[in-house]
Nanobody, 129 residues
Framework: QVPLRESGGGLAQAGGSLRVSCAGDPRTFHVYTMGWFRQAPGSEREFVSAVDRNGITKYYADSVKGRFSISKDDAENTVHLQMDNLKPEDTAIYYC??????????????????????WGQGIQVTVSS
């Protein structure tokens, strides 16, 4: 199983934009619901966004709705999270995840550790005020 590989992220000022991307296994990427979680220091893992395997139904946490946009590119086996109008409270490590559904993703996020291949290594996003 090819591991999930996050890229992008970095540092932005409040009000700015960043994008994080996640590449998956070309053999199986198209069958999964893909999602993003984040975890800030001292905080629990938090759901951010997900997109179903068809790339049509999308889910967002209330805290990012209207500012973040998720997209799934099966041709590139990649899921992107475009983050606009960033706020300092968006600062966290962002993790890519795959599952059978949004509910499946939420279950995986509660596991320690998550099942092999279902969770990325994480990438830092820092937003300065």
């Amino acid at each position: 199983q090819v591991p999930l590989r996050e890229s992008g992220g970095g540092l932005a000022q409040a009000g700015g934009s960043l994008r994080v991307s996640c590449a998956g296994d070309p053999r199986t990427f198209h069958v999964y619901t893909m999602g993003w979680f984040r975890q800030a220091p001292g905080s629990e893992r938090e759901f951010v966004s997900a997109v179903d395997r068809n790339g049509i139904t999308k889910y967002y946490a209330d805290s990012v709705k209207g500012r973040f946009s998720i997209s799934k590119d099966d041709a590139e086996n990649t899921v992107h999270l475009q983050m606009d109008n960033l706020k300092p409270e968006d600062t966290a490590i962002y993790y890519c995840a795959r599952g059978s559904s949004k509910e499946g993703l939420l279950s995986i996020a509660r596991m320690t550790p998550p099942p092999l291949g279902s969770w990325g290594q994480g990438i830092q996003v820092t937003v300065s005020s």
